[in-house]
């Protein structure tokens, strides 16, 4: 079996323009990691699956990108995401989680029991889990405090503790009478009630790659050659559902994310998870014209597809099949509420209004306003790759953030 190299057009047609190089201390906690994940593909074998590849790139103690203490939100870091534009996207989504939260509360929902019969009346709560930065926790109570809608207790599920730390002294910076309000997870409850956010997660989860050849799929693998990582392919061993595809195609699935939304069916009682990422229906993500998958890689805000290089440096993302995650959230039990795009999201939870009741004589806070509209709802920006799925139990009342189109006929 030859192993497929990086510059192999087969896999990646990459545009090699040029990446700014990594400084001396990066580079050195780079080849740490490269090392660490070396040593796993030894002991493996001699190699190991593109999702382990992708889970110990981005994750792994200490080393992994988004547990190790590079800053990777904004424009100091390798990408920019909606909470990070200013507090509109929160302002949105508050009006959403404060009409969520009040029907709960009043009891307008279809409520599980307890075994002695009595209806359960345990308070709703918020779970954010990924906080980033912590820009979107901050922002967003203090956005509830306004509309005197604030939870007893916002959850933070964060694995990373330099995250932690960097979430913590931004509340702290932002919102510090609400930071006794906030509570730091590193694993999901037994039970939860109340609304749980994945902003921008779900892309971020490990995916397995594939290719389709003339004798079936093949799982691609990564081993380390000539002192560099390199391509592997097998017959893959596990039974996928899959679509009719051409020879040659290769894509992702992720089942990690799959798993982890039905884990979210497990826990929660009653409430509702919305999940806000870029990503299409199935139909569209194994579009014939997509033949070399959406995996991305992201460093110092270029965007590349290679995800051998700079590991530990750069950000690996793939886009989100939504009909994946719809049907893993109703297998476990729960409702699918809503699904579209974040645009008319947006729109549905009163954006016109916010920007409406802003004083245009403020010329740089209306200026900076309306980019953060243009940002958050043009279809070339963020408005129409970015999509919000809600999955729920015992939510009886229609979500406003689908008043305006709800596109779950196209899952």
Not at 254 to 265: I, Y
Request: hydrophobic share 45%; aromatic share 8%.
């Amino acid at each position: 079996m030859n192993p497929t190299r990086p510059d192999d057009n087969s896999l990646f047609s990459p545009e090699r323009q040029a990446l700014p190089p990594p400084a001396a201390e990066e580079q050195a906690h780079s080849d740490k990691l490269v090392r660490h994940i070396v040593e796993e593909i030894t002991a493996s074998g001699g190699k190991i699956s593109f999702a382990r590849f992708m889970e110990l790139a981005l994750y792994a103690p200490g080393l992994g990108y988004y547990v190790a203490g590079k800053y990777k939100f904004g424009a100091q870091g390798d990408f920019v995401t909606a909470p990070e534009l200013g507090s509109l996207f929160a302002r949105c989504l508050a009006h959403q989680c404060q009409t969520i939260l009040k029907n709960m509360d009043s009891g307008d929902v279809q409520g599980r029991t307890s075994a002695a019969g009595d209806r359960m009346s345990e308070a709703a709560d918020i779970l954010e889990v990924g906080a980033g930065s912590g820009v979107l926790a901050a922002d967003l109570l203090l956005a509830l405090e306004a509309a005197d809608a604030l939870p007893e207790r916002y959850f933070i599920l964060e694995l990373s503790a330099d995250l932690c730390e960097r979430q913590a002294e931004m509340l702290l910076q932002k919102a510090p009478h609400l930071v006794d309000r906030v509570h730091w997870l590193d694993a999901l409850p037994d039970s939860f009630r109340g609304i749980v956010l994945a902003n921008e997660l779900l892309d971020a989860t490990p995916v397995e790659r594939f290719r389709v050849t003339e004798s079936g799929i093949n799982q691609i693998h990564v081993a380390w050659e000539d002192g560099r990582f390199v391509w592997q392919e097998q017959p893959i061993e596990a039974a996928i559902q899959l679509p009719t595809l051409p020879v040659g195609y290769v894509s992702e699935i992720n089942l990690h994310a799959e798993a982890w939304v039905r884990s979210l069916g497990d826990i929660l009682t009653q409430g509702v998870i919305l999940l806000i990422d870029y990503g299409f229906p199935r139909a569209e993500f194994y579009h014939p014209q997509r033949s070399q998958g959406t995996l991305m890689c992201h460093y110092r805000h270029r965007a590349h597809d290679d995800p051998l290089l700079l590991v530990g440096l750069q950000d690996i993302t793939a886009h989100v099949d939504f009909t994946a995650m719809a049907e893993a959230g109703t297998d476990a039990g729960l409702s699918l509420l809503g699904y579209t795009s974040q645009a008319a999201f947006l729109l549905g939870n009163n954006l016109d209004q916010i920007v409406a009741a802003s004083d245009p004589n403020d010329v740089r806070a209306h200026l900076a306003l309306t980019q953060q509209v243009k940002k958050l709802t043009l279809p070339h920006e963020m408005g129409e790759l970015f999509k919000v799925m809600a999955l729920g139990r015992g939510i009886k009342e229609p979500l406003r953030g689908f008043s305006i189109q709800d596109r779950r006929g196209r899952l």
